[in-house]
T-cell receptor, first 122, second 112 residues
């Protein structure tokens, strides 16, 4: 079974500064997807960024980028030029590459870390 | 395009009762999955449906069940509610199990 660990329960950053959220995972699979989701007070989970394990290049989405270290099973999220609207709970998540039909595959199941609460100070 | 819609948003039930939560996926999406979020256990996978068939199930007791209709809308049912079932229940939809999941705003269930 896969596990995802976020070791930072809380982080804080000054507006316009950069912050990095950590995530490690454990899996025996060679191909998979990794995600960072944001959950603001509205509770709706919003996809921030995704990374396919077979891609060596780190994913980037505007101010959000990841540092994907496959051998170390590490997947950190860097938020540059932090904004007040970035304040939220951030979850790291793992998903297997679905291997077709059911019967033992994890299909589309997401395995989440415990989350990191990010506070942005003005 | 409308997003994932979960109803009701809030629910208060008494221990021992049963409850049904509803999830309407994004139009065209055929895969719906459910998650339970609690402060103690975090986000845990309940089950996933695709084309009206349960494809995967998490480690929850049989009191938790679900189904998916031909229009892809899904319901989950919890029978004989316990205090520990108090949680935010999140639904996510995707057009196939291989693509990005879009989440609803959740149903906050409180069991008293």
């Amino acid at each position: 079974a896969q596990t995802v660990t976020q070791s930072q329960p809380e982080m804080s950053v000054q507006e316009a500064e950069t912050v990095t959220l950590s995530c490690t995972y454990d899996t025996s699979e060679s191909d998979y997807y990794l995600f960072w989701y944001k959950q603001p007070p509205s509770r709706q989970m919003i996809l921030v960024i995704r990374q396919e394990a077979y891609k060596q290049q780190n994913a980037t989405e505007n101010r959000f980028s990841v540092n994907f270290q496959k051998a170390a099973k590490s997947f950190s999220l860097k938020i540059s030029d932090s904004q007040l609207g970035d304040a939220a709970m951030y979850f790291c998540a793992y998903r297997s590459v679905a291997a077709g039909d059911a019967g033992g595959t994890s299909y589309g199941k997401l395995t989440f870390g415990q989350g990191t609460i990010l506070t942005v100070h003005p | 395009k409308a997003g994932v819609t979960q109803t009701p948003r809030y629910l208060i039930k008494t221990r021992g009762q049963q409850v049904t939560l509803s999830c309407s996926p994004i139009s065209g999406h055929r895969s719906v999955s459910w998650y339970q979020q609690t402060p103690g256990q975090g986000l845990q996978f309940l089950f996933e449906y695709f084309s009206e068939t349960q494809r995967n199930k998490g480690n929850f007791p049989g009191r938790f069940s679900g189904r998916q209709f031909s229009n892809s809308r899904s319901e989950m049912n919890v029978s004989t509610l316990e205090l520990g079932d108090s949680a935010l229940y999140l639904c996510a939809s995707r057009d196939t199990p291989y693509t990005e999941a879009f989440f609803g705003q959740g149903t906050r269930l409180t069991v008293v």
